[in-house]
């Protein structure tokens, strides 16, 4: 009688053990193992993905990340083509996110970062010559050459200069707006340092041309670019219905968020040439603390307990 119960006992322990662990296993669907990203071409988001794949891979999970720009890459949102999105800065995608709501096509996950700011700038010494703000540039526009360096193609932060141009805002309607790659913007930069020659560009933080050169944010520039030099907010998007699909993805998401100190940090290292993953698992390494807020809670794609997962994939 008492083998058959001791039998009985650990026959409901082992069904309890498989149900609990089909359940965990359940809660995110098999379509949840690869995760589609998109990357802008920004570092900043080339940074933040890498450290949300490096987590999803010790997760058991595949983060697919592709290179699309922001329009291209929300219509993908849009088309159930791409999962998740780290880079919704705001308020300058707010055009893209109300079409997106009103499409029922995206959800705001969590809001990764604060403190950022994002307008036009100029190098210190250009600041010395009296230029300070928007409505100081066109008094100098033959020394600029009319031209406003900014990014790549389709960019939001693009669309708000030309809309500037085209209004004649500020006396810039004969302006240029040179769009181009983040990196051969900042190439054109270094370039007019290297004779103090005047040069106006998009500059943002977190980014490590904020250490790289000593640059000046105008002021006056609040209804293109939001109020406090651009003051920013930037939110991880997901597709609809992904969240629910995908509850224990859709919750690490919510807990991975950044500051401007360590996205300084990872960008430096990528713009040096070092790989963003290299860079990630490094300074991961160097801040483990960070692995307790983000995956605390958090399982792997198998049930398993997330936290000691990823320790264990980092060598913690």
Not at 6 to 33: M, P
Not at 60 to 67: H, M, P
Not at 255 to 276: P, V
Not at 287 to 312: C, E, R, Y
Request: hydrophobic share 40%.
């Amino acid at each position: 009688m008492k083998r058959n119960s001791a039998f009985a006992g650990l026959a409901l322990g082992l069904l309890l053990s498989v149900t609990g662990t089909e359940a965990a296993r359940a809660a995110d669907d098999d379509t949840c193992k690869v995760i589609r990203m998109s990357d802008p071409g920004w570092t900043d988001i080339t940074a933040t993905n890498a450290v949300a794949s490096l987590l999803l891979d010790a997760l058991g999970y595949e983060a697919d990340i592709k290179t699309l720009s922001v329009p291209i890459g929300y219509e993908s949102m849009k088309n159930k083509e791409i999962d998740v999105f780290l880079g919704n800065w705001m308020p300058a995608q707010k055009a893209f996110i109300e079409d997106l709501k009103k499409a029922d096509a995206v959800e705001i996950v969590n809001r990764n970062l604060e403190g950022a700011k994002f307008t036009l700038a100029v190098p210190s010494y250009v600041t010395k010559r009296g230029i300070k703000d928007f409505a100081d540039l066109q008094k100098h526009g033959d020394e600029f050459e009319h031209k406003i360096y900014g990014i790549e193609a389709g960019a939001p932060a693009n669309a708000s200069i030309q809309k500037m141009i085209d209004a004649n805002d500020f006396g810039l309607g004969e302006w240029e707006l040179v769009e181009s790659s983040e990196q051969a913007m900042l190439s054109q930069v270094d370039r007019a340092a290297k004779d103090e020659a005047p040069i106006v560009f998009l500059a943002w933080a977190p980014h490590p041309m904020n250490d790289r050169f000593e640059i000046s944010y105008l002021s006056g520039g609040d209804a293109y670019f939001g109020p406090n030099y651009g003051g920013a907010e930037v939110y991880t998007l997901a597709r609809s219905g992904w969240t629910k699909m995908c509850p224990n993805a859709a919750a690490f998401f919510r807990k991975l968020s950044f500051d401007i100190g360590m996205e300084n940090a990872l960008m430096g290292k990528i713009l040096e040439g070092e790989d963003a993953k290299e860079a990630a698992t490094a300074w991961l390494k160097e801040h483990p603390q960070s692995l307790d807020n983000w995956l605390t809670g958090i399982t792997t794609f198998d049930g398993g307990p997330g936290l000691d997962s990823v320790k264990a994939s980092l060598g913690l």
